[in-house]
């Protein structure tokens, strides 16, 4: 079966860096890939997604980009805020069959701090 | 939109206890899931329902039982608690295939 993993599990970075998550994926026939951020005592909310007939997508300052070749996918953002300090999750899956059902396979997760 | 909604929000239990999550969406989605989530840790799937009339096991199943209810709800019942089960539970709906919506979380603490 399909199995995400996600780098880094904790990420510091200073206010108005850049900060840069990486996920790869096992099934080359995963075609979706979602992101999502949970903050302190939330539930995960989706931020982005990409979809594989896609190599790039940006939303404001956080953007998403998929090598299908690798099977990596990493999420992007760009001049962060104390508010992007979350747990960041990727996930991973394929176009259900008949009578299957929507399987996200979630990465472990990242703890990303963004110090003032 | 509500989106998913979880209740209650919080609960303590003693071992031995029995209680039931209830989650309802109004997205008119045709999945519905539960996670538990436990400190420091990643998100495990403990039930899922793919369609209305249709529930699974998934990674973290023991100790629980599920309900899909209608369309709509989709509960998470612990018949006799255990203090393993102490955890944030999440329940999440989703189309066919697209992102799953996440409620706020049920924190249990099981003493």
């Known amino acids: 079966g399909e199995n995400v993993e996600q780098h880094p599990s904790t990420l510091s970075v200073q206010e108005g860096d850049s900060a840069v998550i990486k996920c790869t994926y096992s099934?080359?026939?995963?075609?979706?890939f979602p992101w999502y951020k949970q903050e302190l005592g939330k539930g995960p909310q989706l931020i982005i997604d990409?979809?594989?007939?896609?190599g790039e997508k940006k939303d404001q300052r956080i953007a998403v980009t998929l090598n299908k070749t690798a099977k990596h996918f990493s999420l992007h953002i760009t001049e962060t805020q104390p508010e992007d300090s979350a747990v960041y999750f990727c996930?991973?899956?394929?176009?259900?069959?008949?009578?299957?059902?929507?399987?996200?396979?979630f990465g472990a997760g990242t703890r990303l701090a963004v110090h003032p | 939109n509500a989106g998913v909604t979880q209740t209650p929000k919080f609960q303590v239990l003693k071992t031995g206890q029995s209680m039931t999550l209830q989650c309802a969406q109004d997205?008119?989605?045709?999945?519905m899931y539960w996670y538990r989530q436990d400190p420091g840790m990643g998100l495990r799937l403990i039930y899922y329902s793919a369609s209305e009339g249709t529930t699974d096991k998934g990674e973290v199943p023991n100790g629980y039982n599920v309900s899909r209810l209608n369309k709509r709800e989709f509960s998470l019942r612990l018949e006799s608690a255990a203090p393993s089960q102490t955890s944030v539970y999440f329940c999440?709906?989703?189309?066919?295939?697209?992102?799953?919506?996440f409620g706020s979380g049920t924190r249990l603490t099981v003493v």
């Open positions: 999440a709906s989703s189309p066919r295939q697209n992102g799953y919506t």
């Open positions: 990409i979809r594989s007939n896609v």
């Open positions: 099934d080359s026939a995963s075609n979706y």
């Open positions: 996930a991973a899956s394929q176009t259900p069959g008949p009578g299957g059902y929507n399987k996200l396979i």
């Open positions: 997205m008119n989605h045709n999945s």
